[in-house]
């Protein structure tokens, strides 16, 4: 009796467990057709998916594409915008370091007058602005050159403030070439008309892992410019790049 269980057990089995015979070749080619179907269905939902993933990068490549130049061929303009880039024992990280290098390459080269340098200060013990004024006057950027916006959070908030409370409305945006353009496109969103430094930087780890952040901001950044929320803070109007500007050389 267990003999017989044994052979029964080993007959073939179909998809749903019960017991029969070999499958007949319409039978199998059924079956291989609807499994075919079935991948190419989920092939066709990942490849949207990736088209979707990379349509906000693609929009920020178009708007910003034509307005990135070499420092020496960006358009002057009387503001710099310096963004936030982490600070290292209470000093400029060397990527933030590299961009406030290049806005007082600009300063020197009379193609600014003012650099606005917006960043966190959301801690008492961090304060990435009155860091990044400090390296600029150190590099001989006149200290009343140099204005601070101490709730710039993310790039969308310093660009909206850039405009809203600095009444910035033209201006050369300063960063590493991989955010530029979000910064570019955000700028702009916001109502500056804007063009982009792009920082070279080596090709390293750093720089790799900073690609790989855009891609996911983009999205983030296609948000914002499509519902423009409001700044974590907003506040008055202030009247630093007025007063800088008022002050010669």
């Not at 998916?49 to 906000?56: D, E, F, K, R």
């Not at 080269?109 to 650099?115: C, F, H, L, M």
């Not at 013990?125 to 006149?142: C, F, I, K, N, S």
């Not at 050159?145 to 910035?168: E, H, L, N, P, Q």
Request: proline letters at 5%; glycine letters at 10%; a positive charge.
């Amino acid at each position: 009796m267990a003999r017989g269980s044994t052979v029964a057990r080993a007959a073939t089995v179909d998809g749903e467990g019960s017991r029969r015979g070999p499958r007949s070749w319409p039978e199998r080619a059924r079956i291989w057709l609807r499994g075919r179907r079935e991948r190419r269905l989920v092939l066709r939902v990942v490849m949207l998916g990736c088209v979707l993933a990379l349509l906000p990068a693609t929009w920020m490549h178009a708007v910003a594409n034509d307005r990135v130049r070499d420092a020496a061929e960006v358009p002057r303009a009387k503001v710099a915008v310096v963004f936030g880039a982490g600070l290292w024992g209470g000093e400029p990280s060397p990527y933030l370091a590299h961009r406030l290098d290049a806005a007082a390459e600009l300063y020197r080269a009379g193609r600014i007058e003012v650099v606005l340098v917006t960043g966190d200060n959301s801690r008492e013990e961090y304060d990435e602005p009155d860091a990044m004024r400090g390296y600029l006057t150190e590099r001989g950027v006149p200290d009343h050159r140099v204005v601070s916006d101490y709730a710039g959070f993310d790039t969308w908030d310093s660009c909206v403030r850039a405009r809203k409370i600095f009444g910035v409305d033209r201006a050369v945006l300063i960063s590493q070439g991989f955010h530029i353009r979000r910064a570019v496109a955000l700028c702009r969103d916001a109502g500056i008309s804007a063009y982009g430094v792009g920082v070279d930087e080596p090709h390293d780890a750093t720089w790799y892992y900073g690609g790989v952040r855009e891609l996911i901001a983009s999205g983030k950044a296609a948000g914002d410019a499509l519902f423009e929320p409001d700044p974590r803070f907003l506040g008055p109007r202030e009247s630093g790049i007025a007063r800088a500007l008022a002050t010669g050389r």
